[in-house]
């Protein structure tokens, strides 16, 4: 019996294998979401940016993002690819760029914004305590109205970290 030969991926082929919609992060948050009590729209396309959750009760949208594609500040899977490095230098600052461009017109149609990170579904999923308490910042997110200059919820719960540590 012939064994299969393994062929290794390039970077390329690899990288087009990633999902962008229906991701397992998103899944897991659309979950809680239901179980919560909250219907929604995925992918909604009639709003800037196709926002991944669209609650049309609340005129909220959730995007949940990978902390690699999206840059998230000070996190560590946010990590820099040490080879083709003017490449992947412009994709991540047009991605960041457009992150901002949709949010600020999701902001000028009165739409509340949530961001919701890989690294903080990976420490939902590790601890119910730390789920319990973000799951209680996002519901008081989508049921009032969001404030701009308010900080996200990653930031919020950073400064309730500090106050209640989790292991």
Partial sequence: MKK??????????????????????EIYIRKLLYKMGYRYRVNYSQLPGTPDIFI???????FVNGCFWHRH???KIATFPKTHTEYWEKKFRRNVERDIEVREKLFEMDIS???????????MRQNEEYRGKYLKILRDRIERVFNYEEE?????????????PYK
């Fill in 152 to 164: 996200d919820i990653s930031v919020q719960m950073e400064v309730a970290e500090k106050s209640t």
């Fill in 56 to 62: 049309l009760k609340y005129n909220t949208a959730i």
């Fill in 4 to 25: 299969a030969k393994k062929i290794s991926l390039t970077r390329s082929q690899n990288m087009a294998r990633i999902k962008s919609k229906n991701t397992k992060p």
């Fill in 113 to 123: 914004v949530i961001t919701i990170w890989e690294c903080e579904i990976n420490k």
């Fill in 73 to 75: 500040k000070n996190c």
